[in-house]
Each structure stands twice: as C-alpha cells, then as structure tokens.
C-alpha cells in the first residue's frame, strides 16, 4: 500500500488506478493453510474479499455473523477508536458452509482510509496448541525417563562418593557443627575418597586444632591480663611522669625568664660599665695634664724665688749704694745735704725692697712648698686615677663576658626548655599510646575469654594431641616483649 501511494504521489499513477493494482495484489495475498485479506472503508463498504464476490462494493453496516455478530461495524469501531485490533466472529472456511469461530485482526491505511482485515480460525490454533502439547508432553517424558535414569546414576555415585548412608553423613556433620569432636566414625567400608573419610579426616584434625587452641587460649588469657595489669602500671607511671614534666617545664620557663632578666640586666651593666671606663680614660687624661699644670705652677714658683732672690741682691747692693752715698754726702757738708736726703731715701726704698723681698720669698717657698705637695697628690691621684681605670677595664672586660655568658646561658635554658616542651608533648602522646595500649590489651583479654567461652563448646577425646608448642612459644614472647616495655 505504501508503495503504490508513493507511486501516485510521483504521478506514475492516477489514484484509481493505484487503488486498483494494490487492491489485485492483495486480492491474490494467502498465508497460513486458508488465510486471506479483505479490505473495506469506514462507511463500512467492502472494497475487496478474494471469495465472496457478491459483498464487493456493498455497505455492510449491517451485515451479522451466523452468532448475529455485527463483524465490520465492529472493526470500523476498533479501527476509529485505536487504529488496529482484534475482533471475534464466526465465518466459513473457503469451500465451505459451516461457520468456524474467527479471530481477525483489524488494521488500517490512514492515507486512504482503507481498513484491512485478516483472520486465524480458532480451531487452527488449538489443533496448532494441542498439537505442540503433544510434541512437548513426549519430550517432557523422554527427558523424564533420562533424567531417572542420571538420577539412579547419580544416587550410586553419590552414595559411593559418601561411602555410606547420606543419613550418616548428616548426622556426623550435625555433630561436628555442634562441636562433638568426641565420637569417630567407621569408616572401614569407605572410600579413601569419600566425604565421610574426608569428615572423619577433619574431625580428627579438628579435634588436634581445637586441643591447640584451647591449650593457647588459655595461655593468651593469663598472659593478656598480665599485659593489661602492666600496661595499666605503666599508664599510671606515664601518667605521673607527664605531671612532673610538665611542672618541670613550668619551673623552666621561670628559670629562662629570670635568666632573660639576669642577661638583660648583665647587658645594661656593662653598657654602664663601659661608660664609667670611658669616664675614667677621661678622668685619667684630666689628672694628667693637672698635674702637668701643677709641674708648671712648680717651676714658675722656682723662677720667681729666682727673681725674689735677684730683687733682693738689687735691693742690698742699693743699701749699700745708700751708705756711701749718705758718707759721702756727709764729707761734703751743707753742699751734699739734698743727695744725703735722696740717699737716705734709697736706703729707706731698699730696706723697705729687702723687706717685701724677704716676705715675698717667704710666700713663694710656702706656695712652692704647696706646690711640691699638691704636685705629689695630683700624681697620686693620677696613680689612682689609673688603677682605678685599669680596674674599670677589668671590671668591664668581666661584665662582658659575664653578659656574653648570660646570653649563652639564656640560649641554652631556652633550648632545654623547647626540649622539655617537647619532652611534655611526646610524654602526653606516650600516654595517650599507653592508654590505648591499656585499652587494646582490655580487649584483647575480652576476645581471649570469649574465645575460650567458644571453644569450651567443643567436646575433644582424650587422645586428643596437646597444645602447639610453636603457639606457646609465641606467647611467651609475647609476655617477654610487653615485659620488656613494662
């Protein structure tokens, strides 16, 4: 149908003579044993039906079935309302007149509202239906006696592969997952290849597994609470040790504090101490040249008993210059009266000189005598003044290395205070680790005890093998390793 509406939309063919040639090929369209096609509008009008001549072209609305089923009303219905389905009728084979049951399908072509019906005969189907049933029921009984037939094989492979009863077998497994390890079984009649054998074989080696572990679990429980008991000693002495350390690294910190002060305070003073030597150097230099001004107060007072010594030569040669001028103003009589008054003047003027002379003389020996004497105690005090500069420069070079001392010292307690901070923290992990270890250890004595509760479950013979020597051993080092961290 598509086709021949492709044709007619190209204009190969007219609309009538494309519906013409698609409704002859439909005409001749069989499948199955007696299907065909019939196809009709909506009006309903039958268009085409391959055996029935005489409905083409007629409008059908009201046309029933042998039932009184009005067939194509109904498949315009189904048609209009989802664009295919199915209806159900009775209509006659091809060749003949008995009405069979029918189910037709109804499809439709939108382009030109054609409607397509084409049918199955129900009786088709359940011949088609019982026939497969058929075909399956003997192949479900072939399979059935085969799979007998494995069964049977299979029940004595089985049987030789438990070596016994299958109740045997589970009553043993019971058993042995009730943990009665204590009963063997026969096993003279079985394979070595067969279950039971093999249970037996793991009954056996369970048993010396179990013996084993309760052997060791009861080891691992003393040995774990040894552990806790240690472990909760060395929790309550890490404990105190961490107190102490940390009341040690608080005392540590007051000593690097009061070390930073005595640093601080050794640096002031030998800045201090370093401006008095300064002060000193000077104070030395000042003396010094005090007493050169005093050395030369010294040699002046000299030179000036000196100059009072000729003043006083002057001032006796003048007397005795006065003298013979006073004789001989006196052997000239009236005429040498006025030189006699003028000699007598310079003999007065002399004396008086010689006096002044004599008490200059007198002072300059005190002041040279001062002199000497302050000279003396200036050059002492200088002596001091350069002891005392020199042990200023001791003092100094002291305080310094003093100071020098303090800031190593400073340095040092701060780094053994960063060290003990560090020690605190590591002392607190250590702790902490203990504590889990405390912790672990409480657990582990836990799992012990339930691990011996579960193994006291099972029941073991008395020739059941001791304790693993290699799982003893292992447990003794582990109770020498936590006792040598203990």
């Not at 209509?91 to 397509?116: C, D, H, M, N, S």
């Not at 040279?368 to 003396?376: N, Q």
């Not at 250590?430 to 012990?448: D, P």
């Amino acid at each position: 149908m598509s086709q021949y509406a492709e044709l007619e939309r190209r204009g190969a063919l007219t609309h009538d003579a494309a519906q013409r040639e698609a409704l002859e090929r439909i005409r001749g369209m069989r499948f199955g044993r007696d299907g065909y096609y019939t196809v009709m509008t909506d009006e309903p009008r039958m268009l085409m039906h391959p055996f029935r001549q005489e409905l083409v072209g007629k409008v059908l609305g009201d046309f029933r079935d042998a039932n009184g089923t009005p067939l194509y009303r109904d498949a315009v219905a189904v048609a209009r309302a989802n664009g295919s389905g199915f209806i159900r009728y009775v209509w006659p084979r091809p060749g003949e007149q008995r009405p069979a049951p029918k189910l037709t399908r109804v499809a439709t072509f939108r382009p030109w509202g054609w409607i397509f019906l084409n049918g199955v005969y129900t009786d088709d189907i359940d011949q088609a239906f019982y026939g497969s049933l058929l075909r399956s029921g003997g192949m479900l009984l072939i399979a059935a006696l085969l799979l007998s037939a494995v069964i049977g094989m299979l029940n004595r492979a089985l049987r030789g592969s438990l070596g016994g009863d299958p109740e045997l077998a589970s009553d043993v497994a019971r058993r042995i997952a009730a943990g009665d390890l204590s009963v063997p079984m026969d096993t003279r009649n079985a394979s070595r290849r067969s279950v039971l054998y093999a249970i037996e074989d793991m009954r056996k080696q369970l048993a010396q597994v179990m013996a084993a572990i309760k052997g060791s679990t009861e080891t691992i429980r003393s040995a774990t609470q040894e552990i806790a008991v240690g472990n909760g000693d060395l929790s309550q002495r890490t404990e105190e040790q961490a107190a102490s350390l940390e009341e040690t690294a608080y005392s540590m910190e007051q000593i690097t504090s009061m070390v930073m002060n005595n640093a601080e305070n050794a640096t002031r003073a030998n800045e201090l101490a370093s401006s008095a030597s300064v002060i000193a150097v000077r104070g030395g230099e000042v003396v010094g040249k005090v007493v050169e001004t005093m050395h030369d107060i010294s040699n002046s007072s000299a030179k000036i008993a000196e100059i009072v010594g000729v003043i006083e030569g002057i001032a006796f040669q003048t007397n005795i210059l006065a003298l013979n001028a006073a004789v001989e103003a006196a052997r000239a009589g009236d005429q040498g009266k006025a030189f006699a008054v003028v000699a007598s003047e310079v003999r007065s003027l002399a004396l008086r000189a010689t006096a002044a002379a004599r008490d200059v003389k007198v002072l300059v020996q005190e002041s040279v005598g001062r002199v000497d004497g302050g000279s003396a105690l200036v050059s002492d005090a200088g002596t001091a003044i350069r002891e005392i500069v020199g042990a200023v420069k001791r003092v100094d070079a002291i305080i310094h290395e003093i100071a020098a001392a303090s800031d190593e010292q400073s340095t040092g307690i701060q780094e053994v205070g960063n060290a003990i901070s560090q020690m605190d923290v590591v002392t607190q992990q250590n702790a902490a680790l203990v504590e889990q270890t405390t912790a672990a250890a409480r657990s582990l004595n836990e799992q012990a005890n339930g691990l011996a509760d579960v193994v006291a479950t099972f029941r073991l013979p008395d020739t059941a093998r001791g304790p693993d020597t290699g799982t003893l051993s292992s447990v003794a080092s582990l109770q020498t390793a936590d006792a040598a961290l203990i």
